[in-house]
């Protein structure tokens, strides 16, 4: 059972253009989520992150918002490049004491 | 500061076989945790050690393992190797458990084959 689910597995996008990557979560108990970005060949580093008392985060490019009454959030790049082509997990956990659980990942190719 | 290392960074074993990667965290950091990485399932949690103690365990079967030394180095044993097994192994430190920001950094990962 899958508690994190970023049902695209890839996204395609123009470059200068918004990058929207869509996360589900169905653990209502989770109370803090993170995005990550991977690389091929490298591991994943972290990118940003929101608590559940927020509804948004903003980062440089990156902006994470969140719908708790969903249990959704995105991420979104503005404006994207060419060097965000990589894969972007989304994360949740339910206390900062507990494990961090991903999901699947999505690939994003951002086209010159 | 030096980042995550993991040794080997590739692993060719055959089914039946047993293997050991490691995990050298960032200096100072005494959690360590690792994932199992496959095409379509993202990251799978397998455990997480702190001071030496296994404080979280992913639902993986006994044939995986790990531990944690006195220098936060980690390692993790696979045993008795199925094909299914074949996959990235990621390790991830962090400072310690909790706190409001708990960033974890990545190793460049095991890439395992079994064959």
């Known amino acids: 059972d899958q508690q994190v689910k970023q049902n695209s597995p890839s996204l395609s996008v123009q470059e200068g253009r918004i990058s929207i990557l869509n996360c589900d979560y169905t653990n209502s108990m989770f109370d803090y989520f993170l995005w990550y970005k991977k690389y091929p060949a490298e591991g994943p580093t972290f990118l940003i992150s929101i608590s559940s008392i927020k509804d948004k985060n903003e980062d440089g490019r990156f902006t994470v918002f969140l719908n708790k009454s969903a249990k959704h959030l995105s991420l979104h790049i503005v404006p994207s490049q060419p060097g965000d082509s990589a894969v972007y997990f989304c994360?949740?956990?339910?206390?900062?004491?507990?494990?961090?659980?991903f999901g699947p990942g999505t690939s994003l190719s951002v086209i010159p | 500061k030096a980042g995550v290392t993991q040794t080997p960074r590739y692993l060719i074993k055959t089914r039946g076989q047993q293997v050991t990667l490691s995990c050298s965290p960032i200096?100072?950091?005494?959690?360590v945790s690792w994932y199992q990485q496959t095409p379509g399932q993202g990251l799978q949690f397998l455990f997480e050690y702190f001071s030496e103690t296994q404080r979280n365990k992913g639902n993986f079967p006994g044939r995986f393992s790990g531990r944690q030394f006195s220098n936060s180095r980690s390692e993790m044993n696979v045993s008795t190797l199925e094909l299914g097994d074949s996959a990235l192994y990621l390790c991830a430190s962090s400072p310690g458990p909790g706190g409001p920001h708990n960033e974890q950094f990545f190793g460049p990962g095991t890439r395992l084959t079994v064959l």
């Open positions: 994360a949740a956990r339910k206390t900062s004491y507990d494990k961090v659980i």
């Open positions: 200096s100072g950091h005494r959690s």
